[in-house]
């Protein structure tokens, strides 16, 4: 036995900083490369981290949440499933003194004093790229222009604000008139059982909107299989920019990505290391991103990392 001089080598009682990340789910591509992400930044910074998958339930967070208190964990972090109802469970990380991060998605409560910070993107933005494609796709048409739209999770911030979004932009002219909308979980799965549903009641469909590529991606199954084709008969604007995404705009069959930036984890984890020391950090940090159509998305795509 060598004697403890050395110190530090036993792990995590040597004064690593412990953080309790609370993950939305698996639900998509996005959050696959969210998540990894997030370990591995967890890891490069020496981080302690305990992770749980809600599997898209609020309450699983909220248990996976009041587990952290109780470990008594340095920091918490989080994307919130929805918007709603987390000031009881985040009052008790405060009353227990764990300042608490919000990554990727907000809540709509009012006491900004339960959080430290907010770090994401801006999904009304989004939306109203994804609006001002199809303005600009359909500027010279002269009929309807019928929109279906893919929902992402009921009460989520990115579905309500790219929702919102989008109907900003496209509220600009009458022309445009969403016929069908309805949410697909973000998954593609959904997304295609809803597409289909969307093939079988409306006769003319001009435009796809989803609110993020993987139902795109699903959607795109049930139109090939109703006989149209993707891109052409039916246009799709999406957000995310996962890979697979940009490899069907290569492809012609989806015609434009806005951009959502899943690798937040780097950053994330310097905020850890302010909250934890207790310094000050902005009260919302906001991700930088961009828009893909054929000719970006095909330059992308060799150095894509998800
Ligand atoms: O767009 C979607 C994922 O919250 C920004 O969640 C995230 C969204 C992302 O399931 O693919």
Redesign the pocket.
Known sequence: LTACGSGGSSGSSGGAITLGFAQ?GA?????TA?TKSIQESAKTAGIELKFSDAQQKQENQISAIRSYIQQKVKVIAF?PVVESGWDTVLKEAKTANIPVILT??AIDSPDKSLYKTFL??D?VAEGKKAGEWLTKEFGSATGQVNIVELQ??TG???ANDRKKGFADVIAADPKYKIVASQTGE?TRAKGKEVMEAFLKSQPKIDVLYA????MALGAIEAIEAAGKVPGKDIKIVS??GVKDALQALADGKINHVVE?N?LLGPQLMDLVKKVAAGEQVPARIETQETEFDQASAKAALPQRQY
């Open positions: 939305v639900e998509s591509g996005w959050r969210n994307s990727d998605r994401g993107s999904f992402g999770t989520s911030a990115p973000f609110h993020n590529d993987d957000v995310d959502c899943p």
